[in-house]
């Protein structure tokens, strides 16, 4: 199972035009639905609003700063997600992603580069497929059962269902059929078709409904973490005031209290305290 390519297997039955085909327009239906998505919601109009804000009114930014800047976005936000400041929601944020990336990269090349049994796919391809698919069962899983704050936290139970949760849903599907069809085309079992028919649906409803679930974020999220890193070395902050200063008041001398006296008030930890359990 985890050596052989099921796609190379498929196309005795499936001409490789048709799951290629497939794959093209799952691309345009994500990009069709990215770009709706920010028309609709106007972040793009957003984030360049506030770009232009941030250079006519903060500071200048050099080339060498805006550099820094992208490099820490993409090292913090981007590659390790550091916006999470659970350490589990960040495993399992980190373990969908990776997890996803490889199992799309995997399934374009075997698609594209290895459509039939007649060209010999790498070894490594398969494997990382099926390694893909699993890493993102088992961060997707993970957050749906003990993660999600109206689960762990409000104490809801697992099976409610919402609208915002048709794209971590439609994800598990997805590879969650995709594991099973590749196992029972591996051996052989009668019921290979349904599970290819299932996971064609899952795998369609994930990628046909970003317009409406949050696959779209993935995109604009880091744009968003740029923008807001540029805007704090700018000086413009967003219009947000300076955060105000922690220290305990007997460690204070009177011209600093004066200095601090109009700044915002300390309202505590706020969402970075400890998750209430089942209040």
Known sequence: ??????????????????????VIVMVILVIGGTLIDVIHKKSAKYFFLNWRKSKTQGNSVGGGETVSVAVQTIAVDVITSGEFCNP????????????????????????????????????????????????VAVGGYWFWFFIRVDVSAEGNPWYR?????????????????????????????????????LYLMATTVLFGSVVWSKFSHMFYKPAA????????????????????????????DRHSMELL???????????????????
């Open 261 to 279: 006296k109009d700044a915002p008030l300390n309202m505590g930890l706020g969402i970075k305290r400890e998750a209430p359990r089942h209040y």
């Open 88 to 135: 589990w929601r960040r495993v399992a944020h980190l373990l969908g992603m990776y997890g996803f990336v490889i199992y799309a990269i995997a399934t374009a090349i075997m698609v594209f580069g290895y459509p039939t049994a007649a060209s010999a796919t790498p070894a490594i391809l398969p494997q990382l497929w099926h390694i893909g698919a699993l890493m």
């Open 161 to 197: 269902i919402i609208r915002a949760d048709l794209f971590i849903l439609s994800l598990l599907a997805s590879v969650t059929l995709a594991l099973l069809w590749s196992g029972a085309q591996s051996s052989g079992s009668p019921g290979t078709s349904i599970m290819l028919g």
């Open 225 to 252: 973490a740029f923008e807001k890193r540029m805007s704090e070395a700018s000086g413009t902050r967003n219009n947000l005031p300076e955060p105000a200063d922690r220290t305990d008041p007997a460690d204070r």
């Open 1 to 22: 199972m985890f050596s052989s390519n099921p796609f190379a297997e498929l196309s005795a039955s499936i001409s490789p035009d048709i799951m290629q085909t497939y």
